[in-house]
């Protein structure tokens, strides 16, 4: 492992600004980013993108002892440009103030501080050929089809080896590294004009996820498991649309906390927000089941890993909800005190030319006592979850009981709390479980929240994703227990035929 990085060698421009900022009576957050990323596309055994790309550059934004504030960015790094943007920075905070702009000298409150990480990676971006790379997905790729005609399979491997180096007036100056690496398979079964699609994935920090066997092991374990439930669902049922006791895997878990619930514990949106009043956070409103926990916050090895946010402030791991009760906030530099909560540093940015926004890293739901079980999650079938369930008692076995399995994405109305997902298939629990194609999952958040009764296994957080917000897109990572229970509720459906 290497203690060095890229963006070590910027100190000069570092220097520059602290001189600029000095001379300008400005506070300022001078933000440089260093990366690289390569991503190959393989569609049934052939190969059909391989690309590299790479960024380097730095954003300058400054501050007027008011509050006023202007940011300028540029794709070169040098202590030439930095005086240079630091001017346009500077022409705009005085727009600001003559347009009669709001005002926020956050900035010029919070501590200094430094900080540097270096993460172990055993495979790190560039320690294998594109040849290789290549070569091996063609491979795996041409594994997953599992020599069934009706199946289609797109693989898509992404590994990014990316760097920052954030500094402010105050002689803050902190170093840090996001790398990250995915592998997804895509499946898609056709027959006689009927098309059913599902998914695998994997995600880590580097290359291990290709090149070490057992990463490729559990890849291949999840992935045949994805390929067949596909062209099972090319002769599955519709299931009836209404209101029933449920069951759900970690990955919708995430996707529930991520969509419905962690963009509206994000401080910057909280005039529009149903956890807000008035701007401000609800603290101490009862907005879930008194066994649920929502967190979010750094995990290092995670896809989502980002420790220091993009204004040069150690990110926290923040308890949302504790005990069904809301607790805190995400909350960056600038909209944390409107706000009424402490800031936690989350503040991200999807480039060193975006100014950062109050974000999610890697958020789940976390329940009380829930109950263990020792299989890996890949080798629980909706068989054996009906067993557990029988054995924990969550469940009598004349019950109705519904399986959602996997997360496709879906809406959400963060202002009414309102949520619409998409899954991958539905099971009607039982001793032979019935597959149904996948249905909508909607409902109140609040309400789905209340309706958890219990957690299965332990918990899994390597739910992966992209998080959108503002036309910024950044990693995001979360999950829950295996499943969580969720109880019938007459404001949660799973739509199908009309019942």
Not at 304 to 312: I, L, R
Not at 354 to 372: E, F, G, T
């Amino acid at each position: 492992m290497t203690e060095s990085l890229r963006v070590d060698g910027y100190d000069e421009t570092v220097k520059t600004a602290v001189e600029i900022g000095r001379k300008m009576k400005m506070g300022f957050i001078l933000r440089i980013q260093d990366k690289k990323e390569t991503s190959f596309n393989v569609n049934n055994g052939e190969t059909e993108e391989v690309s590299t790309t790479s960024l380097r550059g730095m954003g300058f934004q400054v501050f007027t002892p008011e509050g006023y504030t202007g940011f300028a960015s540029s794709d070169h790094i040098h202590p030439s440009i930095v005086e240079d943007l630091a001017k346009q920075a500077a022409k705009l905070a005085e727009k600001v103030r003559e347009l009669g702009g709001e005002t926020n000298p956050a900035v010029f409150n919070v501590p200094a501080g430094s900080r540097r990480v270096v993460l172990p990676l055993k495979y790190p971006y560039g320690s294998c050929s594109l040849g290789e790379m290549e070569e091996r997905l063609k491979k795996l790729n041409k594994k997953l089809g599992f020599e069934d005609s009706r199946l289609s399979v797109r693989t898509v491997h992404r590994v990014v080896d990316e760097e920052w180096r954030v500094a402010r007036h105050d002689g803050t100056n902190t170093s840090f590294m996001m790398p990250r690496s995915f592998i997804y398979n895509i499946f898609t079964a056709r027959e006689d004009g009927k098309t059913a699609t599902t998914y695998s994935n994997l995600s880590g920090t580097d290359l291990s996820i290709l090149l070490e066997p057992a990463e490729i092991a559990r890849l291949n374990k999840i992935s045949y498991r994805a390929a067949t439930t596909a062209s099972a669902l090319l002769t599955a049922g519709t299931v009836k649309g209404g209101s029933y006791k449920l069951v759900i895997d970690y990955a919708l878990a995430k996707g529930l906390a991520h969509e419905a619930f962690g963009h509206a514990a994000e401080t910057d949106g909280m005039e529009s927000s149903i956890l807000g009043e008035n701007g401000r956070l609800c603290q101490g409103k009862e907005v879930a089941s008194p066994i649920v926990s929502i967190i979010d916050g750094p995990v290092e090895g995670d896809y989502a890993y980002q420790p220091v946010s993009a204004n040069g402030i150690d990110r926290r791991s923040v308890r949302i909800v504790e005990d069904g009760i809301l607790r805190a906030g995400l909350a960056d530099l600038f909209s944390a005190e409107a706000a009424g909560v402490p800031v936690t540093g989350a503040g991200r940015a999807e480039s060193c030319h975006h100014l950062p926004l109050a974000r999610m890293s890697n958020i789940r739901i976390q329940v009380k006592d829930p109950y263990p079980v020792e299989e890996d999650f890949a080798d629980i079938t909706p068989e054996r979850l009906y067993k557990i369930m029988l054995q924990s008692e969550l469940m009598k076995e004349d019950e109705e009981v519904f399986y959602l399995s996997g997360f496709q994405g879906g809406q959400v109305n963060p202002a009414q709390g309102n949520f619409v997902f998409n899954c991958l298939a539905i099971y009607r629990l039982g001793p032979v479980c019935r597959l149904y194609r996948p249905a909508i999952f909607a409902g109140k958040i609040l309400t789905a929240l209340r309706a958890v009764r219990a957690g299965i296994g332990p918990l899994k957080i390597d739910a992966m994703g992209t998080c959108g917000k503002m036309f910024q897109g950044v990693p995001s990572s979360g999950g829950s227990h295996y499943f969580l229970v969720l109880d019938k509720n007459p404001e949660i459906v799973i739509g199908g035929e009309a019942g």
